[in-house]
């Protein structure tokens, strides 16, 4: 009788230390591979806004309509916050009414997609190529040539002015 009560005690253990890892931890791992810029955590938190952490390296989402960029229309090229990598050209923003920045393409090689099921959705994530940093989501109705809409938060971009 004692040893099944160990036993029930050992499971419940298992399923709270499982239950304890919470989904920042998780994450955090989950970037730490195969990304050529490579940073701990404490050092993404030192190097980055308390904003642009939450969203870049917690894979959180800016407010609508509240972004930099959301409303901005000057030529150039859109960064990495995270490292710089040029992620977006001007050229290919167009207003989605969405409350994000959105393009409908990204430059050759600067991001990397994910699946994504958080919420109870199925998504496709966005990520820096160079440090895994989140950016948004990519959708595919957005308008011609290529049909798609990188759905980007503001706090994950730069802008090089051209
Ligand atoms: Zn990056």
């Known amino acids: 009788m004692k040893r099944n009560i160990l036993v029930v005690l050992l499971f419940w253990l298992l399923i709270l230390q499982a239950c304890g890892q919470n989904k920042e931890n998780q994450t955090a791992k989950k970037m730490g591979k195969n990304f050529e810029v490579k940073k701990t955590e404490q050092e993404w938190q030192h190097c980055l806004s308390p904003e642009q952490y939450r969203v870049l ?10 972004g930099k960029f959301y409303k901005h229309n000057e030529k150039g090229i859109y960064i990495c916050a995270g490292c710089g990598n040029e992620l977006f050209k001007s050229e290919t923003k167009f207003d989605s009414g969405t409350g994000w920045p959105s393009y409908y393409d990204a430059i050759p090689g600067a991001v990397v997609l994910e699946t994504d099921y958080s919420y109870g959705m199925i998504r496709t994530e966005v990520l820096c190529a160079k440090c895994g940093g989140h950016l948004g989501h990519v959708f595919d109705d957005g308008p011609q040539p290529t049909g798609l809409r990188y759905c980007i938060n503001s706090v994950s971009l730069d802008f090089k002015k051209q």
């Open 57 to 66: 390296r917690l894979k959180g989402t800016e407010r609508a309509f509240t």
